[in-house]
């Protein structure tokens, strides 16, 4: 992927960019625009995550591009599932829950006699039988308000699939493995955790970007001729 040049006077470009109200969309090549588009098709924040990776990654005058486009592309595979449906509510807080299970078991161990300083003695009795009931309805509440990642995850390779079918175990696993490897990767960048040069973030970009297109399945802009223009223009 070629590295958009910038020009000559940015903040100016900028602001007759916002004038004309046409924006410029020399920050991505013919690839990343169709892709863009299969993006913002799958629902509208995945499109704008994507762009606003792609416009940090071309300003090559922000010394903190390459982190800044790794964080973005982080949450554009974190925000893969917006496509399936609309964004999960905002769980129980985990803290509040852990306090309430902790009062009841404070309440049991003061009440129950199946309990001889640090060891158990006897049968569970009430006072006992109470608190696993508690213990058990706690559990059944995170597994639902906090699901495991690898499951959601899942269901986006699903749904991504052109069958809309559950993928074989392998594929899936494939799959996975690859977004997961993509997201360590950013995250690292992100963090400063290291240091890429740009030419090794370009060929991690597109990784992702291939992986997103085995997912969106971007159609060409051969026939766009408004586009081609820009971009000849533009002299990519």
């Not at 509040?96 to 006897?122: F, L, N, S, Y």
């Not at 240091?195 to 997912?215: C, G, T």
Request: net charge negative; aromatic share 6%.
């Amino acid at each position: 992927m070629k590295s958009p040049t910038l020009g000559e006077n940015p903040e100016s470009e900028h602001e007759a960019e916002l004038e004309s109200g046409v924006p410029r969309l020399d920050f991505a090549s013919r690839s990343q625009l169709e892709l863009l588009e299969a993006l913002g098709k799958q629902h509208r924040r995945l499109a704008q995550t994507y762009e606003g990776a792609l416009r940090t990654f071309s300003d090559e005058r922000n010394p903190d591009c390459l982190a800044q486009s790794a964080h973005s592309i982080r949450e554009l595979f974190d925000a893969l599932p917006l496509a399936v449906g609309p964004p999960p509510r905002k769980p129980a807080d985990l803290k509040g829950k852990v306090r309430e299970i902790t009062d009841v078991w404070v309440a049991a161990i003061q009440k129950t006699t199946t309990i001889d300083g640090q060891t158990w003695v006897g049968d569970v009795d009430g006072h006992l039988a109470k608190f696993l009931e508690r213990l058990a309805q706690f559990f059944k509440w995170f597994e639902e308000e906090h699901p495991k990642h690898a499951i959601e995850r899942d269901i986006v390779l699903d749904h991504f699939d052109p069958g809309r079918r559950q993928l074989p175990p392998q594929l899936r696993r494939q799959r996975g493995e690859s977004v997961g490897q993509i997201q360590r990767y950013m995250n690292s960048v992100a963090h400063h955790n290291i240091d890429p040069s740009r030419a090794e973030f370009v060929a991690k970009l597109a990784e992702a970007e291939a992986v997103l297109r085995i997912f969106v399945k971007p159609a060409p802009y051969a026939d766009r001729k408004t586009i081609d223009a820009i971009l000849k223009g533009s002299g990519q």
